[in-house]
């Protein structure tokens, strides 16, 4: 078991910052590839971002990309969605999952973080 907990939404002004931030814990991440989800309301949830915890590249959906980064401190077991240039349309629900390198599916999943962008 992976347990993840998401931290780090709020309400920010369109332009603005913020950094989401998910404390990983229960095993070894080592195997696993830590992604970035989002819902915004009425959506479907989407891919945001996602970077293998042991190294590799990583991966952006094109909405986000030269706006977004996702990165992990070993020592702290910490994954994070630094999110700049923040647009009304990045508003939602922020998901932190986890995921075993050869899989297609996501198997852990945080409880989620909001994010409101106001114009």
């Known amino acids: 078991q992976v347990q993840l907990v998401e931290s780090g939404g709020g309400l920010v002004q369109a332009g603005g910052s913020l950094r989401l931030s998910c404390a990983a814990s229960?095993?070894?991440?080592?195997?696993?590839?830590m992604g970035w989800f989002r819902r915004a309301p009425g959506n479907e949830r989407e891919f945001v971002a996602a970077?293998?915890?042991?190294?590799?590249?990583?991966r952006y959906a094109e909405s986000v990309k030269g706006r977004f980064a996702i990165s992990r401190d070993y020592a702290t077991n910490m994954v994070y969605l630094q999110m700049n240039s923040l647009k009304p349309e990045d508003t939602g629900v922020y998901y932190c999952?986890?995921?075993?390198?050869?899989?297609?599916?996501?198997?852990?999943w945080g409880q989620g973080t909001q994010v409101t962008v106001s114009s």
């Open positions: 970077l293998p915890w042991a190294g590799g590249s990583t």
């Open positions: 229960g095993r070894t991440l080592s195997p696993y590839v």
């Open positions: 999952a986890a995921k075993p390198r050869r899989s297609f599916d996501y198997e852990y």
